[in-house]
């Protein structure tokens, strides 16, 4: 089965930003007090956040991001995902989600499983699609084959991003964004497929394997 195929439809329903503040830096003492009020660089801003098993996916991660000015250093390390096959990964902030990981009680439907559109409440559309290259927004969010394939079920993510408006920069700043990585193998038969959990609730021509959220965090 074809990688992309797998994946076509996921940001149908998950599609949905940072800025420098301004600081005041004393010049020597000689100075008159309107020259000492020069503008300075942003001061660099860190986050991170465990990213925790969903769906009893088996896997555990990391996520740093560090912040200076309109870009963010963002990395993910993770261990335990489905080995060799795609996981797409994104930012995720909604204004009007709860920006947190869902749990069992958002299992809408008892199927003992957390699906994505079950998820979207709680951690709010895509704001930015983690890529390996090219483009950052929410339309990559299906870019299959820019994403980690996590050999030997590790992902090792680096990549800085560049973020607006400010109004949701600091959102993020403050705590609010989600990373969320997905793709479970349920059945454990080494590829996405219908056995392990059906259809997607996003297109029941994909596995939901492939769209079900496999690691949750937020960003502190």
Not at 86 to 110: I, K, M, S
Not at 141 to 159: C, I, Q, S, W
Not at 173 to 184: D, L, M, R
Not at 203 to 212: G, H, K, M, Q, R
């Amino acid at each position: 089965m074809q990688h992309r195929k797998l994946f076509a439809g996921i940001g149908a329903t998950v599609l949905a930003g940072t800025a420098a503040f301004a600081g005041i830096q004393a010049s020597s003492a000689s100075e008159s007090a309107a020259e000492s009020a020069k503008p300075a660089a942003s001061a660099p801003v860190q986050l991170d956040g465990r990213l925790n098993a969903m769906n009893d996916s088996g896997a555990s991660g990391r996520v740093w991001a560090e912040f200076k000015g309109r870009k963010a250093e963002v990395r993910i390390k993770a261990r335990g995902l489905a080995k060799g096959l795609p996981h797409a990964q994104h930012l995720h902030f909604g204004a009007d989600a709860r920006n947190e990981c869902p749990n069992v009680f958002d299992d809408a439907n008892n199927d003992l499983r957390i699906n994505v559109a079950e998820g979207v409440p709680d951690y709010g559309p895509i704001l930015k699609s983690l890529t390996t290259s090219g483009d950052t927004s929410p339309e990559s969010g299906l870019a299959v084959d820019r994403y980690p394939t996590a050999p030997k079920g590790k992902v090792d993510y680096e990549r800085k991003i560049s973020f607006a408006p400010a109004a949701v920069a600091r959102a993020i700043k403050n705590g609010k964004g989600v990373i969320v990585v997905h793709g479970v193998d349920h059945n454990g038969n080494g590829e996405y497929d219908f056995d392990g959990a059906g259809a997607s609730e996003l297109d029941p021509s994909l596995p939901a394997e492939a769209t079900d959220p496999a690691l949750c965090g937020v960003l502190r």
